[in-house]
Each structure stands twice: as structure tokens, then as C-alpha cells.
């Protein structure tokens, strides 16, 4: 008897995306394999997420296109799990009886065994847990990149942002030990990965569970230590959070990039506080002028979101000046958009739809501008290049292909006649910068082959088990 296949659809963040990789990861644990491209698999999992705009929609859009096809395929299985799962629960399967499994973003790990009760039972499984039992890196994954890994450092986020309603789906932060951490970091380099991208809704909060506010900095440092590990991002901190020692720790680290995701939301106090952001404009930019004094070359991207509740002219002008004065490498750009859950959603003042579709479109002709200049200043400079795939296109014209500069920018280069692979290195020198990407289309100026590249052409992926490998924690603070 064939081995059941599955396939992983994923919305929302970089946690949903990490998450879908421990979501592969126990499946096939369980004996289930990828389903081919273009073949029906056995089991779709939808893994949601409950803060973007239309989420329901999406979801049960898709749902509706899964019907005929499960209809089709009696033996197929739909799970669906996630943000929306967890806030929805048993109204999903109310609303697409066709859905055999319901699980949320704590019981991650329950995901087989309900698949193979409802299949024994005949009906319907829907498992929300409260709280968090197993933290999710003790999870088996199926990383999707040879070259690059997602790392969670915690889960849950201890904030009240009036128009976010994650805490009550991911609930409060949980941080894991130093040690699981550099671990799992440890055990993606030996397999051939190259970077590594530190995750949790606050990083800067990190410490929290354990008494130390110095414990992401001192993490950070700690990745310096490990050899064969070329790169360290993070996401996502919060100004309120971050401090002098973070600064310090991506200035003095060698292998973390000078590159800063940081949300500004909004750039009126006034809207911060009814955000309740818990920073205000000037700490923010003050924020920049210590990263950008001790990197001048630091690419800074942002979260701002335009039209909430009560928004004013005079606030939104307070934005476009603080985007002015950020100078952003990139910005998300989003128009506020209802969550059922939070508090924002109750508020009065509600701004007309064409006001913030007006102002959504300055925010994005104002930040374009301002990351054009940016880019075309770097025409005639070298940079670093780290090939992948899903980065773009690699284009049958140009012979183009992608990857990331060590600040994040896109980068998309001609290889000539080297053959560089996905993983592997380059040195390119820019000849065009655009508003959300750069060219660099003359000679390579060197190519580094790499592990990683190996591993890409050979149709390697990093698989981690999950299990902690012990490594001792970083100072007495440390659980």
C-alpha cells in the first residue's frame, strides 16, 4: 500500500510559515510523503491566519474550492489549522462540513492523530487547546530552504495593541532556553545551512520569562560564536523593547546583518497611544539614529498601517514626516481593516473607505520615492549576494537570477557563465536600483560555492527532529 501524501498551504507570517514546516515535519514522521505537483493529496492542511484583511473570506473561499475535490476523492482529508482556526473553532466545520480535522496554534503536534481519529471515526475532529503544552520547535520540521531556517526563540506576545489580535490566538509569550535555541542553530548549520532567521512576535522582549532584559542581546552574540554560520536576522522587535545592548550586539556580531524590521504603525502620538503602542514618534526615530551611528550602512524596513479608527489629516501628515525623516529601505502598507476580537474594532470614527484608500496611496508613492533614492545610491557598489529560490524570477531573458544582500534588499544578478546554484555566494556590482529592487547585471565579481548550493542540487533539505541536543544555556540568568 502507497504512503498517503499531503500538502501544506500556508497564509500569514513568517511564524504561520515556520509552523507549516513543523506541520510537514510531523507528517511524514507519521509516514506520509509531499504530494506531487499537480496530483490530488490525501490529506490539504490549511494552515490560517486571523490577521491579515479578509482572512474569513479567504478561507472559506478555499474551502469551497476543496469541496468538489474531496467529493471526487473520498478518501481525501481537509485539516484546517492556524490563528483562524483558533478563533473560530467549531464554527469552521459549521460552516464547510467537508472539513474532517480543526486544530490551533497550541496542539500543533496533535495534527496526525486527530487525522487518523476522524478517519477511524468517521466524523470530524476539532482540538483547541488554551494554552501552549509543547513548544513547538520540540517538533520534528521539513525545512523548505537548504540554505536558509526559521528558529523560533518564543511564542505569544505579552502586548495589548488595540487593532491586534494575536495575543489572544498565540497567547502570552513563552521564551525557550538559550541553549534549545543555539542548539537547533547548531544542528541547521551541520546540515549546510547558512542563515538563520530568529522568530517571535516581541524578540526584544525576549528575557521576559526568565528575568534577564540583556537575554536577546546576549543571544545574538552567542550566534556569533557558532562556526559556519554566515548570517543572523531577526524578527520582529518592538521600539519599546529595544535597547542600546541589541544595537551593540548586531554592530559588534560579525554574522548578524545590519538590517532592522522594525513597526512604526503609525507616526501621530496621538494614534500611537489609542494603538497603544507604549512608544511615541521621537523615541522611535531616536531608535534609528543609534542603529544608523553605529551602522551607517543598516537597511531599515517598517509596518504602518493607515486609516485607524479616528485617524485625522493632521495625523496622517505626522506619518508621511516620520516616514520622511526614517528613510526606509522598504515599508509593509496596510489599510486598517476590522478584527473581530479587538478593541479597535468597537471604536467610533471609523474612517471612510475612500479616505484611507487616498491615503494608503501617498504612504506608498511617498515610500517609494524614498526607497528609490536609497537604492539608486548604491549603483557602482559591490555587494554580497546569497542565491535562492523564491526570491523572484529567474527570468529566460536576462538569465537573471535572485537572492538577498546581508541588509535584505533584493538583489537580482546575472550569473554569466558560472554555474551558481541556490545557497551559493556571490559578489555582484549594482548597475540599476529600483524602488523595491536592485540589478546588477555585469560580470560576477566572485562566486563561492557552498554546502548549501550542494545540498540544493542534490534535492536536500535540512529535517530536524526537534529534540533539544543540550547544549548548556548563556549566563546564570538563564532557565
Known sequence: MSARTYQVRTYGCQMNVHDSERLAGLLEDAGYVPAADGSVPDVVVLNTCAVRENADNRLYGNLGHLRPTKTAHPGMQIAVGGCLAQKDRGEIVRRAPWVDVVFGTHNLGSLPVLLDRARHNRRAEVEILESLEVFPSTLPARRDSAHSGWVSISVGCNNTCTFCIVPSLRGKEKDRRPGEILA??????????????????NVNSYGVEFGDRYAFGKLLR???GIEGLERVRFTSPHPRDFTDDVIDAMASTPNV??????PLQSGSDRVLAAMRRSYRSGRYLGILDNVRAAMPDAAITTDIIVG?????ESDFAATLDVVRAARFAGAFTFQYSKRPGTPAATLGDQV????????FDRLVDLQDEMAWSLNRALVGSVVEVLASTGEGRKDADTHRMSGRARDGRLIHFTPGPAAVRPGDVVHAKITYGAPHHLVADGPLVSHRSTRAGDHFEAGIRPKTSGVSLGMPAFGASAR
Open 184 to 201: 537547533e542553530v547548531s544542528a541547521l548549520v551541520t546540515e549546510g545551512v547558512l542563515e538563520v532567521t530568529l522568530l517571535g512576535q
Open 222 to 224: 552567542a550566534c556569533g
Open 257 to 262: 546583518c545590519h538590517q532592522l524590521h522594525m
Open 308 to 312: 485607524f479608527p479616528g485617524e485625522t
Open 352 to 359: 471612510p473607505k475612500e479616505v484611507v484608500q487616498e491615503r
